[in-house]
């Protein structure tokens, strides 16, 4: 049976997710055979495995860091925002439709049996799990029902490692505050503290690392200087998002996913108003997780006129999955998957879209398929207008390499910065 330890923090973006793949590459120069485990994910970007299954693309790429193929056991629940208060709902690799927060929470228990059958497949298939949590363990109103922090650390009996974010600001009261809003059941699980995301001098927070150790009683592993690594990131609190340079525009559509598509490329920037869009070499559509409604929005905001005017002028114009179907003639939605309607599309490509409840998940020969769409082609071009339902089709074997040399590199920083001989003592220990 695999040893555990399992990365939470203190709240949504301190960066369990990029140290959750750091220790997973370590781990795995170290000579083990690792992988990731997060019970339930919360997030647009995702990842279909080579059986066709859909996960979070946080766990592939950790599974990447690990160097094993990415499993829906990684990630047995993935939930993909619809609307601000409902979500497609995703156990082990497949949709069960879409969900209310209040519908989704009142199932949440029953599928605790789905999550721990996919952590014990993969603890009696490896030699550590490297376990992330979500948000933060001291949402006090969400605790009774908790299936992703603590109430996961006690099914797994699994140590923790708290993560704090500095660069945020208020990471005393951020690591102190979650220590002690624990129980103390949960608060004999948190092991060691991690102070992230530092800028500048690490040596100067000598006498803070004393002053957490001392209000919390818990040992500061380390602290982990803001590193430039060149790793997917998990959602839209990205800050790859924020970029206003470059002459690739993406068009950052209010329910946009799978933006890791445009990790490969370079000079890419994120554009959410006509004013910003300029004149840029090429115009990229992203996917959406709501086709209709964000193509109502590109109208309203009047950037849809726009890429229709440079589009007439020659600039290229590429949309990928929803923004693909996006370009077309139409979308109409039926069966009220998103929502329901009808949508006049760009009339860019001479393709129309009707949405229909079976999702289509697959590998392809250049990337993978994720879509509820079924479109007159999967693919089309006409002059310099180009549309494909493919993700990751602008990956190449050059950047694979560059990933793996990023993950190195990731490894190195954290390696560096944390105190390993404590984690491994952590991780032999248990709880």
């Known amino acids: 049976m695999a040893k555990a330890i399992m990365v939470q923090g203190t709240m949504s973006n301190a960066g369990k997710s990029i140290l959750c793949a750091a220790l997973c590459r370590i781990f795995k120069q170290?000579?083990?055979?690792?992988?990731?485990?997060?019970?339930?994910?919360?997030?647009?970007?995702?990842?279909?495995?080579d059986e066709g299954l859909e996960m979070g693309r946080a766990q592939a790429v950790q599974a990447e860091a690990a160097g094993v193929s990415p499993s829906v056991r990684m990630n047995p629940i993935l939930l993909k925002p619809t609307t601000d208060t409902g979500s497609q709902v995703i156990v082990n690799g497949v949709a069960r439709g879409t969900m209310s927060a209040r519908e989704y929470f009142k199932i949440k228990r029953s599928l605790i049996p789905d999550i721990m059958n996919a952590y014990h497949a993969l603890a009696a298939a490896f030699d550590i799990i490297v376990l992330e949590g979500a948000g933060s363990p001291v949402e006090l109103n969400l605790k009774s029902d908790d299936i992703v922090n603590m109430g996961m650390a006690m099914r797994a009996k699994s140590p923790v490692v708290l993560v704090g974010d500095i660069d945020r600001g208020g990471v005393f009261a951020q690591l102190f505050g979650t220590v002690k809003l624990l129980e103390q059941s949960e608060q004999a699980l948190v092991k060691a503290l991690i102070v992230n995301k530092?800028?500048?001098d690490v040596t100067l927070f000598g006498d803070g690392k004393k002053m957490l150790e001392e209000l919390t009683g818990k040992p500061v592993a380390g602290v982990v200087p803001y590193l430039d690594i060149d790793i997917d990131d998990e959602d839209s609190l990205s800050s790859r998002l924020e970029s206003k340079e470059g002459n690739i525009a993406v068009i950052r559509l209010p329910k946009i996913s799978n933006f890791t598509d445009f990790t490969a490329l370079k000079s890419v920037r994120y554009v959410s108003k006509p004013s910003e869009l300029g004149e840029p070499e090429m115009v990229i559509l992203p996917g959406?997780?709501?086709?209709?409604?964000?193509?109502?929005?590109?109208r309203q905001s009047g950037l849809a006129d726009k890429i229709i005017e440079l589009a007439r002028r020659g600039v290229k114009i590429f949309g990928i999955c929803g923004g693909y179907q996006m370009l077309g003639e139409s979308i109409s939605d039926p069966e009220g998957i998103e929502g329901g309607g009808e949508a006049t599309g760009l009339c860019l490509l001479p393709i129309k879209t009707v949405l229909s409840a079976q999702k289509i998940t697959k590998r392809t020969e250049r990337g993978y398929e994720i879509h509820h769409g079924v479109s007159t082609c999967d693919a089309y071009t006409r002059g310099n207008v180009s549309g494909t339902y493919t993700h990751g089709v602008f990956d190449t074997p050059r950047y694979k390499l560059h990933k793996e040399k990023q993950y190195d590199l990731l490894a190195e920083g954290v390696r560096a910065a944390l105190n390993m001989e404590l984690i491994y003592k952590i991780l032999r220990a248990g709880i």
């Open 30 to 49: 170290d000579g083990y055979q690792v992988a990731p485990f997060k019970p339930q994910n919360m997030a647009l970007n995702s990842f279909i495995t």
């Open 198 to 200: 530092f800028r500048g």
């Open 288 to 298: 959406t997780k709501n086709t209709i409604a964000d193509l109502v929005w590109l």
